[in-house]
């Protein structure tokens, strides 16, 4: 009986610590994998020349952010004679322009910071604020993030509904109307938090174990004594 009791309180101990230590190691797994989401993303998104003229035919994709989540978007203009300008901008104003099929030019975009891309390379180390950026023209490869508002290149996070919108032209033969880029739209994921979580769990865990181990070794010394 005391064996079966030494054998099932080892068999135990090996579970506890193997629940430690998966926690501990998927931590960091679902904090890596989780980190960023994508929610959209194509090479290339093709609009029209009359993008420029009527938000209706612009490109637009709604985002919703929670409290300290950040909006990344990372958007090229490579294609010839192309040309592009991205602006973020608050669902009211959105809904309010689009059914009035406003002009995208005259509708005022949101702050966001952004830096260039250098091939091979992670963006620059500083940022720059704006609330549109056009592209080639300013350059050809660009990373923006956005959190609501900014104060210089500090972003400050404003829950809610936003549009990326992006209109364009063609400064080809006037047969071409295509306007081609690539974009990539994502959003901070729950990685963060699930990396501390899990941590927080495993640690718990073996720290609870150990000092359980530890009280009923003190206990089984002091009965002895």
Not at 130 to 141: D, K
Not at 145 to 154: A, K, N, P, Q, T
Request: a neutral charge; aromatic letters at 10%.
């Amino acid at each position: 009986m005391l064996k079966m009791s030494r054998l099932l309180k080892k068999k135990t101990a090996y579970i506890i610590i193997g629940l430690s230590i998966v926690c501990l190691i998927l931590g960091p797994f679902f904090g890596f994998l989780l980190d960023k989401m994508t929610i959209y993303e194509r090479k290339p998104e093709i609009i029209q020349e009359d993008s420029s003229s009527g938000l209706t035919k612009a490109f637009a994709q709604s985002i919703t952010l929670s409290k300290d989540q950040k909006l990344i978007v990372e958007i090229s203009e490579f294609y010839p004679n192309a040309s592009v300008t991205i602006k973020i901008i608050a669902k009211s104003v959105y809904d309010r322009a689009h059914s009035l099929n406003s002009t995208p030019s005259g509708i005022t975009g949101l702050q966001f910071v952004y830096s260039e891309f250098g091939w091979g390379s992670s963006p620059a180390g500083s940022t720059t604020g704006t609330s549109s950026l056009t592209l080639p023209s300013s350059g050809i490869y660009f990373y923006l993030e956005f959190m609501g508002d900014r104060v210089g290149d500090s972003l400050i996070s404003w829950p809610g509904d936003y549009y990326v919108i992006v209109y364009g032209s063609n400064s080809g033969p006037s047969s071409v109307t295509a306007v081609p880029f690539d974009i990539t739209i994502k959003v901070d994921g729950p990685g963060e938090m699930l990396n501390n979580l899990l941590i927080l769990v495993g640690a718990l865990i073996l720290i609870v174990y150990v000092m359980a181990a530890l009280v009923s070794v003190l206990k089984a010394n002091y009965l002895r004594g």
